[in-house]
T-cell receptor, first 117, second 112 residues
Framework: SAVISQKPSRDICQRGTSLTIQCQVD?????MFWYRQQPGQSLTLIAT?????????ESGFVIDKFPISRPNLTFSTLTVSNMSPEDSSIYLC??????????????FGSGTRLTVV | LAKTTQPISMDSYEGQEVNITCSHN???????ITWYQQFPSQGPRFIIQ???TKVTNEVASLFIPADRKSSTLSLPRVSLSDTAVYYC?????????????FGSGTRLQVQP
């Protein structure tokens, strides 16, 4: 399965600023997913990022707040913009790897723990 | 995707067998049942997947009755390191074209 390097692992940020989270995958993957996990809660999908096209956002998440880049098949970034304390969460990226029509599995990064003060 | 219901939390002791049941009444014909494990400060990781009957790997067993409306994850002889959140997911994951949808999960606490 794919190996994901997610950076930073944690950060403390001032409200009103922005943070960009990076995910680097060790193999080419078509689809990457970004999740948010609020303290003590389950994972909520933010958006799906395909290389070469605009990201698809889930209800409640907008591009102006969470812009995503997907410049190639091994890399993606998620920016949390104009942060407020309510954005304090763990942010995770995920990929699905496979070959042709065979799906090997879903792999997750270790997450970015964001605290907004 | 089919909605899943599982207990919010469970407690166990080292060496015991733990069974976590997940209800998925609206499972579709093409849906698989997959379980993920999440430790604190880590992303979820795959444990086991099945379609029907019983599946066993080196980590766990998955029991699925004939009607597939529920499934049970069985962890044999748990240790303290099995303390984690366990998620039951149901969906047609074979295409890889959609993200995983997580329910509330079951928080397992293993005591010495």
């Amino acid at each position: 399965s794919a190996v994901i390097s997610q950076k930073p692992s944690r950060d403390i940020c001032q409200r009103g600023t922005s943070l960009t989270i990076q995910c680097q995958v060790d193999s080419q993957v078509t689809m990457m997913f970004w999740y948010r996990q609020q303290p003590g809660q389950s994972l909520t999908l933010i958006a799906t990022a395909n290389q070469g096209s605009e990201a698809t956002y889930e209800s409640g998440f907008v591009i102006d707040k969470f812009p995503i880049s997907r410049p190639n098949l091994t890399f993606s970034t998620l920016t949390v913009s104009n942060m407020s304390p309510e954005d304090s969460s763990i942010y995770l990226c995920s990929v699905v790897s496979g070959q042709g029509t065979k799906v090997y599995g879903y792999t997750f990064g270790s997450g970015t723990r964001l605290t907004v003060v | 995707l089919a909605k899943t219901t599982q207990p919010i939390s469970m407690d166990s002791y080292e060496g015991q067998e733990v069974n976590i049941t997940c209800s998925h009444n609206n499972i579709a014909t093409n849906d698989y049942i997959t379980w993920y494990q999440q430790f604190p400060s880590q992303g979820p990781r795959f444990i086991i997947q099945g379609y029907k009957t019983k599946v066993t790997n080196e980590v766990a067993s998955l029991f699925i009755p004939a009607d597939r409306k529920s499934s049970t994850l069985s962890l044999p002889r748990v240790s303290l390191s099995d303390t984690a959140v366990y998620y039951c997911l149901v969906g047609d994951m074979g295409t890889g074209r959609r993200a995983l949808t997580f329910g509330s999960g079951t928080r397992l606490q293993v005591q010495p």
